[in-house]
């Protein structure tokens, strides 16, 4: 008789191989590439889709049992590759962590004995190394806690692996994207190239930019449906709504403002929110339940930080995560961000030097611009978010003294910049933007018009005069 051991592994393996299998079948269906885009009174539009007219030749069906096998040999060495893969990544990482300590340790030598004791043996955001090789240790950081986290599941949730796959895509290390991942990713269309994949990034971040504009306005104004389960929770819920109230009301004079976008608008917006962002130092919470916020962003709605989450997520966002997970989420990426930007500033990185792939994950983390942005409208984004980020801030400190919530000041660039890249005329979600410019247009005509005819009275009556 077998174990509860055994035949939970068995089924773990038995489940994990079939759902590989058919992620394997569908991700081998054709896909139908979009031909040029026609333009139609100044509006591009793509066309649909065009099927192929030349028949399919029928082939002859394969023996399961040679697929199966094949299917496991492939499968075997695609687990062989990913682990030496991963093992060589983790050789490299620890050759650039050895630069950092070098770099350190010499800098340490010209401090006095007491600071020396103090200072840190090593800390991530420490110079003698390049940005690449920053940014290989942040990916090699990322894959190390992937690997922990399927560790432990196959440990004490074996069964549940398989589903975890299913749900969360982008839970394997880099090295292993080839099997299930790399199907879903061509379920998405993400598997067209490195073009397609940012197109359908680009795509999911305009339609979570909706769908979060829309929840503001549906949770200003109708209650939710479990408050009827707490008959304590109105007074709560009142506040939550007028302070949604109020956000829309901000966010809809923003986005009323004429010449909001690109580094403009980011500055704009740290202006508007900058009694949030700096704060006094000796402000304490009142109360006896009070507590200081050490995240920063206790105060932003929840609303707000899903539609954050899905942002920086996608195009593998799961909206079945629950809130306190999904801001654990968007903290961990601003803790990220937040390194990165430290090392950039620090190191004094030339941000010329920045180009290609390098340049495009850096303004990717951040929400800036798009693969259709020229690199120096890249660089600008760039370099704009660095200054209000970390220069700008550290000077105001240093006069004022005030205390710099720096998560709520990058959380906020990010809402701006995902709200001005759905708004771009280069987003790869074309019908939401699109929708109002025939209106649009048509005010600015209506508007000339009757400006051209009260010019042309008071001419008429100064002539007449």
Same mark, same amino acid.
């Given at each position: &008789? ?60 394969? @023996? ?17 590759? $990913? ?27 010209? &401090? ?8 840190? +043996? ?41 589903? /975890? ?42 339609? %979570?930019?909706?769908?979060? &504009? ?5 949770? /200003? ?34 986005? %009323? ?82 390194? /990165? ?14 180009? $290609? ?12 611009? $798009? ?15 660095? @200054? ?6 550290? +000077?105001?400190?240093? +006069? ?6 720096? @998560? ?26 699109? &929708? ?24 008429? +009556?100064?002539?007449?005069?």
């Amino acid at each position: &008789m077998c174990s509860p051991n055994y035949s939970r592994w068995a089924t773990t393996i038995t489940l994990t191989l079939l759902l590989s299998l058919s992620h394997h079948s569908s991700a081998s269906s054709n896909i139908a590439t979009l031909p040029s885009q026609p333009t139609t009174n100044g509006i591009t539009c793509p066309s649909p889709p065009t099927l192929p007219l030349t028949p399919v030749t029928p082939t002859a069906r394969s @023996n399961p049992l040679k697929s199966l096998a094949g299917y496991v040999k492939t499968s075997f060495l695609q687990f062989r590759d $990913g682990s030496i893969q991963l093992y060589t990544n983790h050789k490299q990482c620890n050759t650039i962590r050895t630069k950092q300590r070098t770099f350190i340790a010499a800098k340490q030598l010209t &401090m006095p004995a007491n600071e020396r004791r103090r200072a840190p +043996k090593y800390y991530p955001t420490a110079g003698g190394i390049t940005y690449a090789e920053f940014d290989f240790l942040q990916k090699g950081k990322d894959d190390r806690n992937k690997v922990m986290q399927l560790g432990f599941m196959m440990v004490y949730a074996s069964r549940f692996v398989p589903y /975890a796959f299913m749900f969360f895509p982008d839970m394997l290390p880099s090295p292993f994207r080839t099997g299930v991942a790399a199907a879903e990713e061509k379920r998405l269309g993400l598997g067209g190239g490195a073009m397609a994949k940012w197109d359908t990034i680009s795509r999911e971040r305009a339609h %979570a930019v909706l769908s979060t &504009m829309l929840a503001i306005e549906r949770d /200003a104004r109708v209650p939710s449906k479990l408050l009827k389960l707490n008959p304590f929770g109105h007074t709560a819920a009142k506040k939550t709504m007028a302070q949604l109230e109020e956000v829309g009301n901000y966010g809809a004079a923003l986005l %009323a403002t004429q010449g909001l976008s690109g580094v403009p608008g980011a500055e704009t917006i740290v202006t508007v929110l900058r009694d949030q962002i700096y704060t006094p130092a000796d402000v304490e919470p009142r109360g006896i339940l009070s507590r200081r916020d050490r995240t920063g962003i206790k105060e932003v709605p929840k609303v707000i930080v899903r539609g954050v989450a899905r942002l920086i997520d996608a195009p593998h966002f799961n909206g079945l995560l629950p809130g306190f997970l999904l801001k654990g989420k968007v903290l961990n990426h601003l803790q990220i961000l937040s390194d /990165a930007d430290e090392f950039l500033v620090s190191q004094n990185v030339d941000l010329d030097t920045l180009s $290609g792939d390098l340049l495009l994950e850096a303004c990717n983390r951040r929400l800036i611009g $798009g693969a259709n942005h020229s690199e120096e409208t890249l660089r600008a984004g760039l370099a704009s978010w660095l @200054n209000l980020s970390v220069k700008e801030p550290t +000077k105001v400190v240093g +006069k004022t003294g005030l205390e710099y919530n720096a @998560n709520l000041a990058r959380l906020s660039l990010l809402c701006y910049h995902a709200v001005d890249g759905a708004r771009d005329a280069r987003a790869s979600s074309y019908l939401p933007r699109l &929708m109002f410019q025939g209106q649009v247009k048509g005010a600015l005509r209506e508007s000339a018009r009757q400006e051209r005819e009260v010019k042309g009275g008071a001419e008429l +009556k100064k002539s007449s005069d």
